[in-house]
């Protein structure tokens, strides 16, 4: 199974915690719609995804949640648009703060724009449609980044922490192209339930 994924131009991957012997492990997950491999490991990062054998010589597009271990593999990589819908509302209540909700409104007329296209017969959207997505995602994300401007240094040590809504505006900004890969390669889903269902 490791060896058919690997190969695979499009697969999806997730990591869950679980309990054997009354200690945190983690479950691996690697799969497409017809191949799933499971991989049960107590680390969750690089080593256990080393280890579960698909991330070290897969060549596709690797669909994940944006954890930073995966970010280690040199791949094309696509993220979770039901992920980001699910942190951009939680901010949007959170913070009493418009743009998360228009963004993830975007996120989800970008959605429904690929699936008509993708009912139609298209393989593409069309340039103009596209740029003018991309136009408004960036203006949202320039707005976000407004209202929540990354801490002032102290002085200390080290990045000070941006907190949940810069984190999120952060990789919103430097993976715009992963977070809108379903739209540009519809070989691409736009989430990654395909693992979380299979994990």
């Given at each position: ?36 491999l499971y991989h049960l490991d107590e680390r969750r990062g690089k080593t256990a995804m080393d280890a579960a054998g698909v991330l070290p010589s897969f060549t596709g597009i690797a ?137």
């Amino acid at each position: 199974v490791g060896k058919e994924l690997a190969g695979a131009e499009v697969a999806h991957f997730d990591e869950t915690g679980g309990r054997v012997k009354a200690k945190l492990w983690w479950i691996h997950v690697a799969c497409t719609k017809k191949w799933t491999l499971y991989h049960l490991d107590e680390r969750r990062g690089k080593t256990a995804m080393d280890a579960a054998g698909v991330l070290p010589s897969f060549t596709g597009i690797a669909v994940h949640d944006g954890l930073a271990s995966y970010r280690r593999y040199d791949l094309v990589h696509a993220l979770c648009g039901a992920h980001h819908q699910r942190e951009l509302l939680g901010i949007a209540q959170t913070s009493g703060q418009d743009w998360p909700t228009q963004l993830s409104d975007l996120l989800g007329e970008i959605h429904l724009a690929v699936q008509t296209a993708k009912a139609t017969g298209a393989t593409a959207l069309p340039a103009r449609q596209l740029n003018k997505f991309r136009k408004r995602y960036d203006t949202l994300v320039a707005e976000g980044q407004r209202l929540n401007p990354p801490p002032p240094r102290t002085g200390k040590r080290g990045r000070p922490a941006l907190g949940p809504a810069g984190s999120l505006l952060r990789r919103l900004e430097l993976y715009r192209d992963d977070v809108l890969r379903f739209a540009t390669d519809f070989r691409v889903d736009y989430s990654n339930n395909q693992a979380e269902r299979d994990v």
